[in-house]
């Protein structure tokens, strides 16, 4: 996923969209189908007709690009995302981030679905991210480095923006419903972690574990963009109650989260764009 290729993607949509490329992004993870359709004058993107743009493969996501309006506001959201276990690189884990960035995107939102380590965050509640813990083996900035995009050693220290989430708090605060803040973990998947994985993890400080988002995060912070994440929260993980874990469950508690996300999302917006 070259520099030329990211370049080549972000000029296809400018020639497609009229006016001017917002300057603020989501990344939408499962359950969050009502938002993106309530995108107003959207022009829409089925990934598979991008240049170069990967596909998702995963149930629950649409997979398509939509550039239009929320609640009065210039905004940019992916329906969507691809995963390592899909059997992508991490390369193409973020070639979505570095197309908004080449579309001059200033601020992303990245959403998931994620499994709890606290048993005060109970399946269907949110949490916002801030700070992660990467044992994906998944990095984007992995090879040689493109100067036009990044330096070659970029800074985390404050990789989820800490005046942004502090807004994101505010909104939560003004609908009275909680947001959970914590560490977000990242492995390969796609199978569900066993219990002993989930005691080291929350022994390392982890608040709740997914599959996908900071490769995302990575790129975007190496690209000079703000970060913000928030974790629906679908299930307690492996050995935290005596229960099986399913993707329909998943799924289920993932649609209950999702009601608060997009009140949530619809608030914020007013201080990203």
Known sequence: MTYENIQACAEYIRGKVNGTIPKAAMILGSGLNSLADSIEDAVVFPFNELPHFPVTT?????????????????????????????????????????VLWALCVETL???????SLDMEAKPGSLMAITDHINLSGLNPLIG??????????????????KALTEKLH?????????????????VTGPNFETPAEIRAFRTMGANAVGMSTVPECLAANHCGMKVVGISSITNYAAGMIDSEITHTE??????????????LLRGFVQYIA
């Open 58 to 98: 995963v149930q629950g996501h649409a997979g398509r690009m939509l550039v239009g309006t929320l609640e009065g506001k210039g905004v940019i959201c992916l329906q969507g995302r691809v995963h390592g276990y899909e059997g992508h690189e991490a390369a193409k884990l973020a070639f979505a981030t570095r």
């Open 170 to 186: 505010h909104v939560a605060e003004s609908l009275s419903f909680p947001l959970f803040s914590g560490t977000y973990i990242m």
């Open 144 to 161: 040689i480095n493109d100067d036009r995009i990044g330096p070659r050693f970029p800074d985390m220290g404050n990789a989820w923006d």
């Open 250 to 263: 998943t799924m289920e508690f993932g649609a209950i989260a999702a009601v608060n996300l997009e009140k």
């Open 109 to 115: 939102v990245i959403t998931n679905a994620a499994g």
